[in-house]
């Protein structure tokens, strides 16, 4: 008798070891008092935000010195909390239940057991152990948030062979970024086919050194995509494979810049540094690059295609058969990268909708930044020399022209050329 009931205790001591796995944390940079944390969110109570530092330590802090976008994180996050909470209270109901019942027939089987000696009593206790069982074991599959699955760490041999593909881009690495340098021009033509221009022509920038542009080696997806509808209209989302950035379709007042025109044929522009930009994923780079490699990479460390015709995600996005995940391009709004899929760290001076990711690279202009000029088209544009282009528009059915270039020591020369041939000049420094 005492070997049977012996056996029935470890039964169910064994149930209870087992019958619960370990939760899953959430460490991650947050931004704080505009500073840089790297912590795990416990919980949101009563305006404060708890969390567990790197040293294991409880620390909290005033919601409110978050970033909006943090600050949005910490309360879906508590919204998802207390509803899983809920759940767990109506379903806790029915397990208290049946593990009551399990244990009042395992009881009965020993008692009855012990006085009759019949052995078929030993089947209660075997159907109370079977109630502990799934009681004990349920883990609320219905409510349990999964975690997101790691994502391959991108192949620095493919990056450098991508980016290699253009002279003038130059990569190097470390262990938490690849950077790419460029002098911020493309090797094809620009500005022809703008028809809304804000007076703005390419110059040469420096994205070397401590300027590059940053790409993560290791992806992270994030929990809560941020939708560039709504965020990132300031900064670069992507780096082209020729090393110019790629920002997002709508520009700063939130309008498609290719539907208004102000895009070229390549799908770029300047902007009010005399910066060139893509705002739509250069799919003419794909025969330079070769079929099948990136075009881009997405500041947040996943690489961007082509046209596909694999199903996407609201991301416009996909898993390839390696677990990695790739965004690719469609041909209307929003083009690519609906939604950032990976973590990105965002700047703590710069607010929604006009954010953007850091690290970024910066942009120097030489003279004002301009308003656009209703009316004009860009015609033609040619380069006349080394560090010496040509841009042509017309007005009112008349051409003017603009001629500029730069010397080594910085010095910026404008030549502006009415249609009846006066000029005037404009040095910059």
């Not at 997101?148 to 980016?163: C, E, G, K, T």
């Not at 994923?281 to 046209?307: K, S």
């Not at 009415?418 to 420094?429: A, S």
């Amino acid at each position: 008798m005492k070997y049977i009931i012996t056996l029935l205790a470890l039964l169910v001591f064994q149930i209870s070891l087992y019958a619960h796995e370990g939760g899953h944390g959430n460490r991650k940079t947050w931004i704080i008092d505009n500073k840089p944390v790297q912590a795990e969110f416990l919980k949101y109570e009563e305006g404060k935000v708890f969390f567990l530092n790197d040293n294991h330590n409880l620390i909290s802090y005033d919601l409110e010195s978050l970033s909006s976008e943090q600050q949005k994180i910490i309360l879906d996050k508590n919204a998802k909390v207390s509803s899983i909470h809920n759940k767990k209270e109506t379903s806790n109901h029915y397990s208290y239940a049946f593990a009551g019942i399990g244990g009042i027939l395992l009881i009965l089987s020993i008692i009855f057991f012990y006085k009759q000696r019949e052995k078929y009593h030993l089947a209660y206790g075997f159907i109370g152990i079977f109630l502990i069982t799934i009681t004990s074991c349920k883990k609320d599959d219905d409510v349990t948030v999964e975690p997101l699955p790691v994502v391959p760490a991108n192949d620095i041999s493919l990056m450098q062979s991508v980016f290699g593909s253009f002279s003038g881009v130059y990569t190097t690495s470390d262990n938490t970024y690849f950077y790419v340098a460029s002098n911020g021009l493309p090797s094809h033509n620009m500005m022809v086919g703008i028809t809304n221009w804000q007076q703005q022509v390419p110059i040469d920038h420096n994205y070397t050194g401590n300027n590059s542009w940053a790409i993560p080696l290791q992806p992270v997806l994030a929990e809560n995509p941020l939708s560039t509808q709504t965020n990132l209209l300031k900064g670069a989302l992507a780096i082209a494979a020729n090393g110019i950035p790629i920002f997002n379709p709508l520009n700063n007042r939130g309008e498609d810049a290719k539907a208004i025109g102000e895009l070229d044929q390549w799908g770029g522009h300047c902007g009010r540094a005399d910066d060139y930009h893509y705002h739509l994923p250069p799919a003419h780079l794909q025969n330079t690059v070769g079929v099948g490699n990136p075009i881009a990479y997405a500041v947040d460390g996943f690489p961007v295609y082509g046209e596909t015709t694999e199903q996407l995600d609201e991301y416009l996005g996909r898993f390839n058969d390696d677990g990695g995940y790739e965004y690719y391009t469609i041909s209307e709004y929003p083009y690519f990268i609906a939604g950032m899929r990976g973590e990105v760290t965002l700047d703590p001076n710069t607010t929604a909708p006009e954010n953007q990711v850091i690290p970024q690279a910066t942009t120097q202009g030489v003279r004002p930044a301009l308003e656009p000029l209703n009316g004009a088209v860009i015609t033609d544009f040619q380069s006349t020399g080394t560090n010496a282009y040509s841009l042509t528009y017309t007005l009112n059915n008349q051409n003017y022209i603009i001629n500029y270039n730069w010397d080594n020591n910085g010095l910026y020369t404008y030549e502006f050329v009415n249609p009846n041939g006066t000029t005037t000049e404009n040095y910059q420094r």
